[in-house]
């Protein structure tokens, strides 16, 4: 039978409403607070976010299981300025949007109408978005809830920012941010296609005079000045010449148009094409040299100036370029002027190890490139520019700066040719095809008089670094990831023109940009419960009423009354946020590190004192749809709430936990879904079965399987608290199976009809820890088992004080030799008339455990063990037989640690005692036979073949026949 999950998942989302059993209050318990990033509501959730929700959900119920009162809240993050552009496109009738939210995200026609309204559209994802939480079972304290826009909440960022202002980490100045020209607002990961992080480099640019007009170049390498032999240009493009801060420069219409942004006075002059520019000659900036300019098709109007100056010694597409002039591999030269290019030769001017004279030479005849459009060129490159840049050193022919490494002499260089008044600086996208979501490419821009979080505040980086090395960062690898991120930081705009969310409060014109309002809001949640309960309200919430909550300045009679609160409420305020406070668990996806995360942590190490700071940060990979990347051009997204309708919310839960540990990339598909439903749904049945607590029988097997399950309760804890959740997961569906069989074996055997208590044991514990994963199936599973209570009310599974050595020791010898019989019967294919087992001597016995303990103290020699034992009357025998210590010692060398240590704790067993008393039955169970024990140095024993003195402690010698 189909189980209807929804069904399911539906009773038990009602009963934890109606319990409010997540509405969390201050209390006599240790707490916890988790919590997630916020979504940003302007679509649906889709099952890749529901990846981050679930590992926070499994995490909050797994210590509120431990016994921690555990709040776990959300808010909805409206800030920002992507739900305005969507609105903006729904005014302008844009069919595709239209369509999309038609078809893809099935809103219906009537609500798409009001979307021109921004808000209207964040309402909507926000009721979407939270609909689905709650369908999945998130144990979400829902009293907590917020939006970025509500008044409460701009008082609060208000408060925020004054407070950076005075502690000087706002600053207004000059710098560069990402920006679209279109929006004419700076851009951040939020505000781009495919949430890029707009980053830009710093080039210099050497001024060539070509008459009384200039040639400028843009280099990252200003030290290569020195071995330049040529400028290239690419003579298909158009040039502009236009009229730069007063000087004529000649550059690519991309150029120009950046060096606006740059707040440069841009006049257009005329225009110039590439190819009348072939055979000119430029002077350099620094001496008299003088360079052709020569045609090459790898330059490109869209990087730097459009003009490049050649160093072929050290840049292989020069090289290269070179080659091909000089090979008649390019049109636009003539006769005379190819005489003149064939004079030029390379100059070499940096040695580095591993290279010769021209660099690129080497590596291009290496790698087999042999024109200048052949892709490896930037291979090529990189390899060159890395290794000379690290290792290299300029040559005698470079003046001042002979023999100085590149690493450092880069700077001095670029001072050096400033000097001469013949540069300047431009700053262009790393990565260069950034767009905004608008659609329109981003470019840098110079802002001015702009307001900036300093986080290029060295004392601010070292304090956020202090937070790191202190808190736990899970997994621990992404550590360096955040020092990193530190460590390139720089002043960050946070101020937009356009959007949802707060005004600067000291400069009405602008908006707090929405990556610099969401790194505190965690606090929020302490107060947002008495705010949407009208017990505050936001105009009666001042600097100062947040200056007593968060850091019990100033008189409470006073701030209280300023509040229009009694101070009892005040002091309740203060006292949430005191108990709550700090953030014991912060998750989040990967690509928060650089932006959101560190920003938390920079933010939080500002405004709270210490006790204050964020204790753990817990980053996850994304999900993958059948092992594809799952984007909206893939059409591969399959909405939350879809999914869970279709395969209900803890087939989906588990599906996205047991494919991957935290950083790796989860994988969705239908497969895992089905093997996920059947596995819970045989437990249920189970559940029904064994839902007699009963008693708990005392033969070995019942002493043994409880053994066996106090260690898994002890492997699953152990992954829990790494959060190797995959692993835990494993564990509890499939971890305990090869037991429970060999347990049910051994039962059925001897003909128990005792063993319900057993079984419901380990069912129930195996529930209870699953709980956290499928909450919704582990209350249902609970409820058959007979419990009046829910499972998300009770305690976490205990392992044992001690778990009975003897009896794992048992079980083992026992499984082991009935293995070992079946292997023989395989691989001689008789069907056994008769089965013997011959067990050792007790000299053996003794001699092992000798060899045990020395193994275990570190000694592996066979002969020092034979030495010692022959030394020692109780295992003088070992003279006749030394083959046996050597394959004693193998034996256990041959076994896992652990295993040898609960060997030496068992001490010698009576192995011809059990296996007379446990195998019999099993024998007659599999083989329908009876069975012989005899032990070695029984006079009377059936030994035919002259089995018995093969015989080992936990190796009896097998004879069947
Ligand atoms: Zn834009």
Redesign the pocket.
């Known amino acids: 039978m189909e189980l209807n999950w929804n069904q399911i998942d539906k009773k038990w989302r009602n009963k934890w409403h109606e319990a409010k059993d997540f509405e969390t209050d201050p209390n006599d318990k240790p707490k916890k607070f988790i919590t997630v990033a916020y979504p940003y509501p302007n679509s649906p959730q889709h099952i890749g976010h529901g990846r981050t929700y679930t590992l926070a959900d499994v995490h909050s119920r797994y210590y509120r299981m431990k016994g921690f009162n555990v709040l776990f809240p959300m808010g909805f993050h409206y800030t920002g300025?992507p739900i305005l552009?969507m609105s903006k496109r729904v005014q302008a009738n844009d069919v595709e949007l239209i369509n999309a939210f038609k078809t893809l995200y099935n809103v219906p026609e009537g609500k798409i109408k009001e979307f021109v309204d921004p808000v209207k559209i964040a309402d909507y994802f926000h009721e979407e978005i939270k609909s689905g939480m709650i369908e999945m079972g998130y144990s979400i304290d829902w009293r907590r809830e917020f939006t970025t826009i509500i008044p409460a909440y701009q008082k609060f960022i208000e408060w925020q920012f004054r407070n950076l202002k005075e502690k000087n980490l706002i600053v207004q100045g000059n710098h560069p941010v990402g920006w679209?020209?279109?929006?004419q607002?700076p851009?951040s990961q939020h505000?781009t296609l495919g949430d890029v992080e707009p980053d830009f480099t710093e080039y210099i640019v050497i001024k060539f005079n070509i008459g009384d007009k200039i040639i400028p170049v843009a280099t990252l390498r200003p030290e290569t000045l020195f071995g330049v032999t040529n400028l290239w240009i690419n003579p298909e493009i158009v040039y502009k010449k236009v009229k730069v801060d007063g000087e004529i420069w000649i550059i690519s219409a991309e150029c120009a148009y950046k060096l606006e942004f740059l707040n440069k006075k841009i006049e257009m002059v005329e225009d110039i094409q590439g190819s009348e520019l072939i055979g000119k000659k430029v002077h350099s900036p620094t001496n008299e040299d003088e360079f052709l300019i020569l045609p090459a098709s790898f330059v490109t109007a869209t990087t730097g100036t459009g003009i490049v100056m050649s160093v072929p010694a050290h840049a292989p597409y020069d090289f290269q370029a070179l080659e091909d002039i000089k090979n008649g591999n390019q049109k636009n030269i003539d006769g005379s002027l190819r005489d003149e290019v064939n004079k030029i030769q390379p100059i070499s001017i940096i040695t580095t190890e591993g290279f010769g004279d021209i660099p690129s030479l080497d590596v291009i005849k290496r790698m087999g490139i042999t024109n200048q459009d052949d892709p490896k060129l930037e291979d090529a490159t990189k390899e060159i520019y890395s290794k000379e840049f690290y290792e290299g050193k300029l040559n005698s022919n470079t003046g001042e700066f002979a023999d100085k490494k590149i690493t450092f002499v880069k700077e001095e260089v670029k001072e050096w040719i400033s000097k001469t008044g013949k540069s300047d600086i431009m700053l262009e996208l790393t990565n260069e095809s950034v767009k905004?979501?608008?659609?329109?490419k981003?470019v840098v821009k110079l802002l001015n008089n702009q307001w900036f979080l300093d986080y290029a505040n060295k004392e601010w980086k070292e304090k956020a670094r202090e937070c790191f090395e202190s808190m736990n960062i899970l997994p621990n690898d992404i550590r360096t990831e955040f020092f990193n991120v530190l460590d390139w930081l720089r002043e960050r705009a946070c101020a937009r023109q356009h959007g949802l969310g707060t005004k600067i409060p000291w400069d009405n014109d602008w908006l707090v940009e929405s990556l610099a309002d969401s790194v505190i809001y965690m606090s929020f949640y302490t107060m947002a419960k008495f705010v949407n309960s009208g017990e505050i309200l936001a105009e009666n919430m001042s600097d100062e009423f947040f200056n007593y909550i968060f850091y019990g300045n100033g008189d409470s009679e006073i701030i209280a009354k300023g509040a229009k609160i009694t101070t009892e409420k005040l002091e309740e305020i203060r006292n949430e946020f005191l108990y709550f406070y700090p953030v014991d668990s912060r998750h989040s996806g990967r690509d928060l590190v650089p932006n959101h995360l560190t920003f938390f942590v920079l933010n939080h190490v500002a405004i709270f004192p210490k006790e204050n700071w964020p204790k753990e940060i817990v980053v996850n990979g994304s999900v993958l749809m059948d092992g594809k990347k799952m984007s909206k051009s893939m059409g591969n997204i399959i909405p939350l709430r879809d999914a869970v309708r279709k395969y209900g919310a803890d087939p989906i839960r588990l599906s996205i936990l047991i494919s991957a540990e935290l950083l790796q990339d989860a994988d969705f598909n239908v497969e895992i879904i089905s093997s996920i439903k059947n596995k819970l749904k045989s437990m249920l049945e189970e559940c029904i079965k064994f839902n007699n607590p009963g008693k708990i029988g005392i033969e070995p097997e019942d002493i043994w399987i409880q053994s066996r399950l106090s260690k898994l309760i002890s492997e699953v804890t152990d992954s829990m608290e790494k959060m190797r959740l995959r692993e835990s997961l494993h564990h509890i569906l499939y971890g305990f199976d090869s037991d429970l069989q060999w347990y049910m074996k051994r039962a059925n055997a001897k003909n128990r009809d005792d063993i319900s208590g057993v079984l419901n044991k380990v069912i129930s514990i195996r529930v209870s820890m699953l709980s956290p994963f499928a909450p919704h199936i582990a209350e249902e599973m609970w409820e058959k088992l007979g419990n009046s209570d829910m499972v998300s009310k009770s305690s976490w599974p205990k392992e044992e004080e001690q778990t009975d050595d003897i009896a794992v020791q048992n079980e083992s010898l026992l499984s082991s030799v009935m293995n070992d019989i079946s292997n023989i019967t395989k691989v001689t294919k008789i069907t056994p008339k008769k089965i013997i087992i011959y067990t050792s001597d007790n000299w053996k016995s003794k001699a092992y455990h000798k060899i045990l303990s020395g193994v275990i103290s570190g000694e592996t020699n066979v002969g020092a063990f034979i030495k010692e034992l022959i030394l020692q009357k109780e295992t003088e025998n070992v003279k006749k037989d030394p083959d046996f210590v050597k394959k004693t010692l193998k034996d256990i060398l041959s076994e896992p640690t652990d295993l040898r240590k609960t060997k030496m704790r068992a001490g010698e067993i009576d192995e011809s005692k059990i296996i007379s008393n446990e195998l019999s039955s099993l024998i007659e169970t599999d083989y329908g036979i009876k069975l012989q024990v005899f032990s070695e140095n029984d006079s009377e024993k059936y030994d035919p073949k002259n089995k018995a003195r093969m015989a080992r402690p936990y190796k009896p010698a097998i004879l069947i026949e």
């Open positions: 300025t552009g679209c020209p279109n929006d607002n851009v505000d905004c979501r608008c659609g329109t981003c």
